[in-house]
């Protein structure tokens, strides 16, 4: 892992952006003297690390204590983008538009990244462990479809907090009854781009003795902040 910037924020949060084998990745640290513990976080569907409320969410976290990772999926943020990447995309856009069905697109877009993105975050866990100023436990912040594989291959993810308004592939629906670490589940009650029955089906689904749904009237983007407040506890009653 090489650090490439730092600088000390406001809220006395140390940012610095890093590099793992063409990885860029994003991480913040408590101002303490004391190993912190690890939230993973990654946005919705493979968006930046740079993304503003993924930023936003990473530094309240990090102030509170924990340290806060977050990398860039391959062909997103400050990685190049493959034909078949423009592709996809293209077709997306071009389905949303028209009004047609878009589950299959998705699939065949969501599921690669997925497939790509998960062991690129364990090499990131392995590095980040390594570092003095972060001791454990782990817990798992964001996008779903991601959070699911990881939660379920990943032993040392302790705790998870997935956000239910990004496209969640069949194979990790199934793999969901795998998923066993204590988990609050955030949905957006009116979100148009995810079936409300598909989310609290997966739900359902998932395998764990303590798991905690959320639903709040809104769009998408309508998450209130509160919830990062409800998180912080979440993950304070299993990371600290």
């Not at 912190?36 to 309240?60: C, D, F, Q, S, T």
């Not at 798991?211 to 993950?235: C, I, V, Y």
Request: net charge negative; hydrophobic share 40%.
């Amino acid at each position: 892992m090489h650090f490439t910037s730092r600088q000390r924020l406001d809220d006395g949060v140390l940012e610095r952006s890093f590099t793992l084998g063409g990885i860029p990745g994003t991480l913040w640290t408590p101002d303490s003297a004391e190993p912190a513990p690890l939230i993973l976080m990654a946005h919705n569907n493979g968006l930046p690390k740079g993304e503003p409320r993924l930023v936003a969410r990473a530094r309240y976290s990090a102030a509170r204590g924990y340290a806060v990772a977050s990398i860039d999926a391959a062909g997103c943020g400050d990685r190049p983008r493959s034909a078949a990447d423009e592709q996809a995309r293209a077709e997306l856009r071009r389905a949303m538009q028209a009004g047609e069905p878009v589950d299959d697109i998705f699939e065949c877009f969501i599921g690669p990244l997925v497939e790509n993105a998960a062991p690129e975050w364990r090499t990131t866990l392995d590095a980040l462990l390594a570092l003095a100023e972060i001791g454990g436990p782990v817990g798992y912040s964001g996008w779903m479809a991601l959070g699911v594989r990881l939660a379920a291959v990943e032993p040392r993810i302790s705790a998870a907090g997935f956000f239910a308004g990004g496209f969640v592939p069949r194979a990790q629906r199934e793999e969901a009854r795998q998923v066993t670490v204590p988990l609050l589940m955030l949905l957006q009650w009116d979100d148009e781009g995810n079936p409300r029955q598909r989310a609290l089906d997966l739900f359902d689904a998932f395998g764990s003795k303590e798991k905690t749904l959320h639903a709040n009237l809104g769009g998408h983007t309508g998450t209130p902040w509160f919830e990062a407040e409800d998180g912080d506890r979440f993950f304070g009653r299993h990371l600290k």
